[in-house]
């Protein structure tokens, strides 16, 4: 009887110690899954929508785009030569078009393929995870599709780089063996070889769009990563956890057979450089080197618009705000100029805000209002008045460094008026400007780039009364 006493207390000893430990477990995880952010799936789901409706539209436009040049190419050639028969490529064309329209993509067929994506992997691994729990299983399953959807589109759209690529080689081969060719022949395959070009570099565009994590998304990482259950998932479920799997005897001394160890590259870095008092400033001095070397050379593929692996280097000189969303492109401007009364006080003070659009990595064109305030005479008589209004548009170009060419023209209407009652649209001035402006770059959350600009007013001489023909503004850009 004692002995089976003891038994059952050994026994109960036991199962209460497990279910402690898988309760803690549970415990942790629970309190993990209540801190994430409400809004946490809404602004996941949005995002994963949003990259997903862009780059299917994108595709569309570009495979349409490249499927017309070619033919256009083709018509050019057979009339060169009636005798050259081209592959048929009807079928595969109709094939992508309908696998990138499609709106219920096969998600079994996703795969890693092209360029890693750390936060796409963290972010799928996540949402597969809380996928477990019932209270969040509903949450989680709408942008768990989505991201499956968008992952099987970025696999079309690598499917389509490739088919690209691989018609714009043939055609390029095709134009070779012909040494005479018109000029038009020549213009049509370099718009084909642009399309080619800018439809890879958008692609990029939106790959980088989902490796930059936002706020909640950080946020909700950071929580999760302290699970010890989720630790667990990722090594077991994650792409990169997948591909390179962790051995099962990982860390034993056993499993580092036949590799270098610590003291023996050490060694092999002292007969390279010799073991002197120096030693260490040469290697470190020499690393620096070569860090440097390496940054130019990003700079470099980064200027032609490269910069992944399968980004070919372009036969013309690209324009990188092609591929940017419109919102991106936008840039927005103030600046200011005053007019003194005397040595201390100034007169008036014009305000003028502007927004402005850039074509090309050097070339911005922008609009935008002014506004006049008056401070009164002196010191003893300060006297809020609006002095006037004006429209504005502009013009500009980089120049070299942090110089810019300037130029625009304005509508202003110099007169006293309140908002209650506007002036008329027939008492304007215009002024014509055209003058040169310095960037400043400065660190600021508010403001990117402070400015200087010094205009010559072409017109001013026209204007009754004459105005000053140089006019200095001071302004920042947010």
Request: with cysteine; glycine share 6%; proline share 4%.
């Amino acid at each position: 009887m004692r002995k089976f006493i003891w038994q059952l207390l050994t026994l109960l000893f036991f199962a209460f110690n497990h279910c402690t430990g898988q309760s803690i477990d549970s415990l942790e995880t629970s309190n993990a899954i209540h801190e994430l952010p409400n809004k946490y799936y809404f602004k996941v789901n949005r995002k994963i929508n949003s990259v997903n409706a862009h780059l299917t539209k994108k595709s569309l436009k570009y495979l349409a785009k490249f499927q017309k040049q070619e033919r256009r190419i083709q018509q050019k050639l057979t009339k060169l030569n009636p005798g050259l028969v081209f592959s048929a490529e009807g079928a595969k064309y109709n094939q992508l078009f309908q696998d990138v329209s499609s709106l219920s993509p096969d998600v079994s067929k996703t795969s890693l393929s092209g360029e890693y994506n750390p936060n796409l992997d963290s972010l799928r691994s996540s949402l597969s995870f809380l996928k477990q729990f019932n209270g969040i299983r509903d949450k989680v399953k709408e942008p768990l599709e989505c991201l499956n959807q968008l992952q099987n589109k970025l696999q079309q759209s690598e499917n389509m780089k490739a088919f690209i690529a691989e018609r714009k080689n043939q055609i390029k081969e095709i134009l070779s063996k012909y040494t005479n060719l018109s000029g038009s022949l020549k213009n049509q395959y370099a718009k084909l070889n642009k399309t080619a070009y800018y439809y890879s570099a958008q692609v990029k565009e939106y790959r980088d769009i989902l490796k930059d994590p936002d706020k909640m998304e950080q946020k909700a990482l950071a929580i999760l990563r302290d699970v010890p259950a989720f630790q667990k998932f990722m090594k077991e479920n994650s792409q990169l956890g997948n591909l390179f799997g962790v051995p099962a005897n990982y860390g034993n001394p056993e499993s580092l057979a036949g590799l270098q160890t610590l003291d023996q590259v050490q060694q092999l870095v002292k007969n390279r450089i010799g073991n002197g008092p120096n030693a260490a400033v040469m290697l470190q001095q020499q690393v620096q080197a070569a860090q440097v070397e390496l940054n130019k050379f990003k700079d470099k593929l980064d200027k032609l618009g490269g910069g992944s692996g399968d980004m070919a280097i372009p036969e013309f000189k690209p324009n990188n705000q092609k591929t940017k969303p419109f919102l991106q492109r936008l840039e927005y401007r103030s600046n200011l100029q005053t007019t003194r009364g005397n040595y201390y006080f100034p007169t008036t003070t014009e305000l003028g805000l502007s927004v402005g659009y850039k074509l090309k990595n050097k070339i911005s064109v922008g609009l935008g209002m002014s506004y006049k305030q008056g401070w009164g005479n002196d010191f003893r008589h300060i006297h809020l008045t609006s002095e006037g209004i004006g429209l504005r548009s502009f013009f500009e170009y980089h120049l070299k460094k942090s110089f810019y060419a300037t130029g625009g023209f304005e509508y202003n209407f110099q007169q006293p008026f309140n908002f209650l009652r506007m002036p008329k649209y027939d008492k304007t001035q215009r002024s014509g400007l055209i003058g040169i402006s310095k960037m400043f770059n400065i660190k600021s959350k508010v403001f990117k780039k402070t400015n200087i600009e010094l205009l010559w007013d072409f017109l001013s001489y026209q204007q009754i009364p004459r105005t000053q023909p140089l006019k200095f503004r001071a302004g920042y850009n947010f």
